[in-house]
């Protein structure tokens, strides 16, 4: 395995604040796990706990945590967006996070690039009704569009049965499909994102 030293932030954008177990959490956490069997450093922020202002800016003021976590995901070579589902849908913060992404379409490196050229963009989905796949592909598409690159088998997800109540959490165990997936996805995000280290995109100016 090539080691170069890779860091990975996740943002959870579970609902519910800390330190309340989150079954978000628990997804989040096995994503970083997986990341770190391929020498990824990782660290993860539960956004329910920040204040995210309103916005597509970079800053929005004063009380704004959003420019922290920005700083953040800049400085990290792989981000990892994990999100339950909510009427089948992304929760409020994960779409805030593609809000304020926004303002990256303006940022630009030295070279002509959006800042975040080079850095690789995965996704997590629990929840207890179906909506995961909706999901991963309008978060794909949003982070794909501010300059992230997505790498083959770059998601994973849980959907418990329709109309029960069991949640990630409270399982006895992880299901095999579900570990082997997240593996797979350790696996080729920590792979894109070094060779993207190593090989940047071209210059765009």
């Known amino acids: 395995m090539d080691n170069t030293p890779l860091t990975a932030l996740a943002l959870n954008c579970t609902l519910t604040p800390s330190p309340a177990p989150s079954s978000t959490q628990l997804m989040t956490d ?24 309103p916005g597509v800016k970079a800053d929005e003021g004063e009380g704004d945590d959003w420019p922290m976590i920005r700083q953040e995901i800049l400085a990290a070579d792989i981000l990892v967006v994990s999100t339950p589902t909510w009427m089948g849908h992304m929760s409020s913060i994960a779409q805030r996070v593609l809000e304020r992404l926004d303002a990256e379409l303006s940022m630009m490196d030295d070279q002509g690039r959006p800042e975040l050229y080079g850095k690789v963009a995965v996704v997590a989905v629990v929840g207890n009704e179906d909506g995961a796949h909706k999901i991963i592909a309008d978060l794909f598409q949003g982070l794909n569009d501010v300059g992230l690159t997505i790498p ?33 996805l350790g696996a080729d995000a920590a792979h894109l994102a070094r060779v993207l280290k190593a090989n940047p995109y071209p210059a765009q100016k």
């Open 30 to 53: 096995q994503v970083l796990e997986a990341l770190g069997t391929h020498g990824v450093t990782s660290s993860s922020r539960r956004l329910v706990d920040f204040t995210l202002k």
């Open 152 to 184: 083959t088998q770059g998601s994973t997800y849980w959907n418990g049965e329709a109309m029960h109540t069991v949640d990630y959490k409270d399982l006895d165990s992880t299901p095999k499909a579900v570990a082997a997936t997240t593996a797979a």
